[in-house]
């Protein structure tokens, strides 16, 4: 039996309490560890974005708690042209919410599972627009800790975004740097 996918009740419309924005759940985009990925509807503008959803049962250790706000507030920070935009976070009584840029392109993972290769002049894009992204971060003192081809989305204009900051860690000295 599947234990966590008993812990995932996401209603159909999903409210955000302070703004009071309703979003439809659309198509399922993904999942990891803690959350589950929906392509989420704004019922008011048609916008459409994704949305990282945790339940609050697998919340339940005083570090997990942390760790989620540690990753709203480092990517509530961040703004930059290669890293996936961070719009709102709430809450219901059920779940965590994070509402996020949607990347239709998918991730680097998925391009690379479908087409098998990545040019050298791809490669060279790629790169040149991750590291630029990793330059901004370490600016601002943040460390991704994550990053492989499934954390590296694509926008429609083949364009990377650097996403999931679950691993992500603000150092405050050289002596943090682990």
């Known amino acids: 039996m599947d234990t966590a996918k008993d812990e995932f009740n996401i209603p159909n419309v999903i409210v955000d309490p302070r703004t009071r924005t309703q979003y439809s759940k659309g198509k399922f985009l993904g999942k990891g560890g803690f959350a589950r990925c929906y392509e989420l509807i704004d019922t008011t503008s048609g916008q459409t974005f994704?949305?990282?959803v945790v339940p609050k049962s697998m919340l339940v250790k005083p570090h997990?708690?942390?760790k989620m706000q540690q990753e709203v507030t480092i990517h509530q920070s961040l703004n930059h042209k290669h890293i996936v935009q961070f719009f709102?976070?709430?809450e219901d009584e059920n779940n965590v919410y994070i509402i996020l840029e949607l990347c239709r392109r998918r991730s680097l993972m998925e391009l690379h599972r479908?087409?098998?290769t990545v040019?050298?002049?791809e490669t060279r894009y790629f790169v040149k627009q991750i590291v630029e992204a990793c330059i901004y971060l370490h600016e601002k003192r943040i460390i991704h800790r994550d990053l492989k081809l499934g954390n590296?989305?694509?926008n429609d204009q083949m364009e990377i975004k650097i996403g999931d900051f679950g691993l992500?860690?603000?150092v405050e000295s050289e002596s943090d740097r682990k």
């Open 64 to 66: 997990q708690k942390e």
């Open 114 to 116: 479908r087409r098998k």
């Open 88 to 90: 709102s976070y709430f």
């Open 152 to 154: 590296l989305f694509l």
């Open 168 to 170: 992500a860690t603000r």
């Open 50 to 52: 994704a949305g990282k």
């Open 119 to 121: 040019t050298e002049p």
